[in-house]
């Protein structure tokens, strides 16, 4: 589904050229979880921000189906992110001022989806996440994992191919991350999601198909 190709990413500050990744390859199966795992400043936030082509590489190339996403316009880039792919952070990234309906028809409102139907679709999909009677109740209202399953709702509201996890349980305590990483199986089994889930957690990359591990920009294993 997914084939990273010498992905390499540098930023030069005066005389310094800092090396966040460096000519990494990785395959990822249509179906397939995986955990991203390694230490703050491994570089694994910034291969999930190229995978999801929300940053360019310096060199390399993220081929989806056989097509690099970095040789689209970014117009272009834009409606293959909001149709293809879902996005889950561990800080949610809720909008404060809209309810959590509101939050979760956002990406189809984008996708220009008709307003009724993506009203239809995100009250489904937040039923599904066991949030059917919070739909009116706005983040400030909610706790930190009804937020993060409502981020997850509006993840899967373009019913993406791929979904990409940052931390998704990094700021949970350990029941509710045990909630949220239950969800995702679930998730997981029931709308064919592939999975990339960075994480300094062991525990949670235990629950993944597979480990790959980065240090100091390079994927071991």
Avoid at 118 to 146: C, F, M, N, W, Y
Wanted: neutral net charge; hydrophobic residues 45%.
């Amino acid at each position: 589904m997914i084939a990273v190709r010498s992905l390499s990413k540098f930023f030069v500050t005066g005389q310094s050229r800092i090396e966040v990744l460096k000519d990494v390859d990785l395959d990822i199966l249509a179906g397939e979880r995986i955990a991203v795992v390694g230490a703050s400043g491994a570089g694994k936030t910034t291969l999930m921000h190229l995978l999801g082509g929300l940053d360019r590489p310096t060199s390399g190339s993220v081929l989806f189906v056989g097509k690099d996403i970095f040789h689209y316009s970014p117009q272009e880039l834009d409606a293959f992110r909001n149709r293809t792919i879902g996005f889950v952070f561990q800080f949610h990234q809720l909008l404060p001022e809209f309810s959590a309906l509101e939050n979760v028809m956002m990406p189809a409102l984008i996708g220009r989806i008709p307003s009724r139907k993506a009203e239809d679709k995100a009250t489904e999909i937040l039923s599904a996440v066991g949030l059917g009677h919070r739909l009116g109740h706005k983040p400030g209202q909610l706790s930190g994992g009804e937020q993060q399953r409502v981020a997850i709702a509006r993840s899967l509201i373009m019913t993406p191919k791929l979904l990409l996890a940052d931390e998704p349980t990094g700021n949970l305590d350990s029941t509710t991350s045990d909630e949220i990483l239950a969800l995702l199986d679930r998730l997981h089994l029931e709308r064919d999601l592939t999975i990339v889930v960075v994480t300094h957690s062991e525990k949670v990359a235990s629950r993944m198909d597979r480990i790959v591990r980065m240090v100091d920009g390079a994927l071991q294993g």
